[in-house]
């Protein structure tokens, strides 16, 4: 007591050093935090650190991917969910509390000028910034038995409004081989480069533009990759996973439950892949995937009070569309690429503004007697994406991608050649100061930047947008 | 006050005497450890150095062998079995002696199938740079390693002709062996002796169930499971039959706990066309005959004689991580 009391008094250190001290104390302990160990129910179960499984949480290793590809299953002999404690219950949940500021520099508003018609509007750049949420995961899965694995993930907007973002059952190992995989429900399409795992987050590189650009008036929203979607899927892979394949029929409903399109459009996604040793440098991989399918453009309405309501289900009036890519995953030492390049080809029903008439998408419905504007004709182009990480430890990774969209014809043949056009570059870092096998923490730092040709509103000039970001990814 | 002043001068003298000397202790631990790091494995045409497999170990194996390579990760406490402590150059998969250690392709081997019945997966997606670098990782924390050398990779014979007779002398060697007191009469891992099974860490462990799956701890080819008798599994019960079994015994044997597993394979057939039972433990064993080339060959046709890879160590490493080991039996 003496000597605490003697400290005591000599202990009159000023407000600003003490708090000084505290911030170096949380700093070092931050440094200085456990190693890096990823869906945490998985890590669980096993034991692994997440980093065995994902090169930086969520993104897969080729580990990992072995085990998503042997239906979550480490094929041990240990799988089945007898050998858990009963008190195991394999639930993740994900969100992200963040800070962001958000820019476009090209949004329609009204000026004090006015028309006949009322104000006359005018582009403005409108940027806006304050801390925010991310929509909350529950992900569930694993095995219900050796070789039956399942999982479930209800996930929901910033509002905790749900919907079911995976679910699906799959049937392992057919006949004793790993060629024979079949997956029933709705689920993340067998994307080598999957927006499911995506590292970035902000609101422009949150999403693959690759997989998801739409011609300007396009109608077409079934040809998204980057969705998951519902089906059955059937897949196939070599012991030591190098050599993969992947077939699904899929409902072109854009992974919609409750059959809201049409009646016999489906569509078939197909991939295959070979990873290769390339010595020191780890293990490259190329492949290829091709989406081919139908999907509707004719609606039957019920109109009430001069407004005309598609009706759900009625959709006839099928029109193809395919996207067919090369995938690249290339590794040197710390240093990886991947490349996806993507050609999209929609009927020239889509590019005049027929598809999606029910969700909103599409602002023409292929009534009888509907025939194309003069002129028009089936739109394509091609997509280019290279996203480069920098894996300094399992705990800190920097990633850099640039996406560029790129139209090759357009539907309508009077407009520029390069409208929609679409530039995307995006920097940042990951890095897990404590990541367990029971949870992941992540300080997430984004910048993202795009431009769209052509697309403002009101003058049809480029449009620019912004993004930052710095959240906290965590999961449990 | 003064006697405050050196009793507190005292206290912070020791204090730092002892904070220093576990500090130096720890450091020195850490500099042989690093010193270690010099390490290589070699296999075939690879060359692997635990240097390089550093940021690999920290991502792949330290959660549960942990960062002294001691089998007390994190996550240690929650697995059965237990993480291998690989500080003590001890491992059950080898081609070589009990006792001694195991071939840098025993531990790439082992790396690429993983461990049936535990947590430890194979890692054949992993690079065969990364793995044979890991493996040299692996041996850099057991001094063992530095000073002495693998022992001679056990011989295994060609495998000869599966014939009703070297099953039903299979089963006697399976008796006379007692291999039953821990694998039950029927091989279901229940004998009288399995639930006083410990390992050489004192912890309880349990015998193989051969009902229970197409692989062995060690393998998956009836090579694999005749080294298995010849070198035991280190740091187990299982202990080598080197010195009490003849080749063609083992073979035999091979032969006889093949028609336990649950698939379904030449072996299985003959025994049911035997309609072989399980063994009596209360009987006397019928000595082990020994059949000769032309015993009558059983219905299904005979398999041509395989070469270990462990009898011919120097083989090049396979061209992908998806042949380290012999075909699988489904």
């Not at chain 2, 130096?24 to 290589?40: F, H, K, N």
Request: net charge neutral; hydrophobic share 35%; proline share 8%.
């Amino acid at each position: 007591m003496r000597i605490w009391e003697q400290f005591r008094l000599q202990r009159k250190l000023p407000v600003a050093t003490s708090s000084l001290t505290m911030v170096l104390v949380i700093f070092i302990l931050v440094l200085s935090s456990p190693p890096a160990n990823a869906l945490p129910a998985f890590a669980r179960k096993y034991g692994l650190r997440c980093s065995a499984c994902h090169e930086a949480w969520p993104m897969l290793n080729y580990f990992g991917q072995k085990f998503k590809d042997n239906g979550y299953q480490l094929m041990n002999d240990r799988d089945a969910p007898i050998w858990q404690n009963p008190s195991y219950w394999p639930v993740t949940f994900r969100i992200i509390p963040l800070w962001h500021r958000e820019s476009n520099n090209k949004v329609a508003v009204d000026t004090e000028a006015q028309s006949p018609g009322g104000p006359i509007p005018a582009e403005r750049r409108i940027s806006s910034s304050g801390f925010d949420l991310s929509g909350l995961d529950f992900h569930t899965g694993g095995t219900l038995e050796k070789n039956i694995s399942f999982y479930v993930l209800p996930s929901s907007d910033a509002t905790a409004s749900f919907h079911f973002e995976t679910v699906m059952g799959r049937l392992d190992n057919l006949f004793g081989s790993p060629w024979l995989n079949v997956k029933l429900g709705k689920f993340e399409l067998d994307n080598l480069v999957s927006e499911k795992r995506i590292l970035t987050l902000t609101a422009i590189s949150g999403v693959y533009q690759t997989y998801h650009f739409r011609p300007q008036g396009d109608g077409n929203i079934f040809g998204q990759i980057g969705d998951n979607q519902l089906g059955v899927e059937l897949m196939g892979h070599s012991a030591n996973d190098r050599t993969r394949y992947s077939a699904a029929l899929l409902s072109s409903s854009d992974g919609q439950v409750n059959l809201p399109y049409g009646s016999n459009a489906y569509s078939g996604f197909f991939t295959a892949s070979q990873a290769f040793n390339v010595g020191k440098w780890g293990v490259d991989r190329v492949g290829a995937y091709a989406m081919i399918g139908v999907a509707p453009t004719s609606y039957l309405t019920l109109t009430t009070g001069g407004t005309a309501t598609p009706i759900a289900g009625s959709g006839t009036g099928n029109r193809p569309y395919n996207r067919e890519g090369f995938v690249g995953l290339f590794y040197f030492g710390k240093l990886d690429f991947q490349v996806v390049t993507q050609h999209g080809w929609d009927s020239a029903w889509f590019g005049a503004g027929y598809g999606d008439f029910i969700g909103g998408n599409a602002p023409n419905n292929n009534t009888p007697g509907s025939v194309l504007p003069p002129g028009f004709r089936a739109p394509s182009w091609n997509g280019y994406l290279v996203e480069t990480h920098y894996v300094y430890s399992p705990q800190l990774i920097f990633i850099q991608r640039s996406e560029w969209e790129r139209m090759s014809q357009q539907a309508d043949p009077t407009v520029r050649s390069d409208l929609g056009n679409v530039d995307m570059y995006t920097l940042g870092y990951r890095y897990m100061p404590i990541m367990t096998s029971r949870a992941g923490f992540a300080w997430h730092n984004e910048y993202s930047w795009m431009r769209q040709r052509g697309i403002s509103p009101v003058n049809s000039r480029d449009v620019s947008s912004s993004s930052l970001l710095l959240g906290f990814d965590f999961d449990f | 006050m003064r006697t405050f002043m050196i009793r507190w001068a005292l206290l912070v003298t020791v204090t730092a005497f002892l904070g220093f000397s576990a500090l130096s202790s720890a450091q020195m631990t850490r500099y042989e450890q690093d010193q270690r790091l010099g390490t290589e494995a070699h296999v075939g045409n690879l060359t692997g150095h635990a240097h390089a497999a550093k940021e690999n170990y920290r991502r792949y194996c330290v959660g549960c062998h942990g960062e002294e390579g001691d089998g007390e990760g994190e996550n240690a406490v929650w697995l059965d079995p237990k993480p291998r402590n690989f500080t003590l150059g001890q491992f059950k998969c080898r081609s070589t002696p009990t006792g001694t250690l195991p071939t840098d392709e025993d531990l790439y081997n082992t790396l690429g199938r993983g461990l049936v019945n535990s947590n430890m997966p194979s890692w054949n997606p992993l690079s065969n740079q990364a793995r044979i670098d890991l493996v040299a990782y692996v041996k850099h924390f057991s001094p063992k390693f530095q000073g002495d050398k693998p022992g001679p990779p056990v011989q295994i014979p060609p495998e000869p002709e599966v014939t009703a007779e070297r099953i039903k002398a299979g089963q006697a060697v399976f008796q006379k062996l007692e291999c039953w007191k821990c694998h039950g009469v029927e091989g279901r891992g229940n004998g009288p002796s399995a639930d006083t099974l410990t390992d050489d860490q004192n912890r309880p462990i349990k015998p193989f169930n051969f009902h229970d799956g197409t692989r062995f701890k060690c393998g998956t080819s009836d090579q694999d499971l005749y080294k298995i008798f010849m070198t035991g599994l280190d740091g187990t019960p299982m202990p080598s039959f080197a010195d009490n079994v003849k080749p063609d015994e083992a073979w035999q044997l091979v032969f006889y706990l093949r028609t336990l597993q649950p698939m379904q394979s030449k072996e299985k057939q003959i025994a049911r066309q035997l309609g072989l039972k399980p063994i009596n433990p209360n009987s006397t064993p019928t000595p082990s005959p020994q059949p000769a080339a032309s015993d009558t060959p059983a219905t299904a046709p005979a398999t041509a004689p395989e070469t270990s890879p462990a009898a011919s160590p120097a083989s090049p490493p396979p061209a992908d991580s998806a042949s380290p080991n012999p075909p699988q039996r489904k």
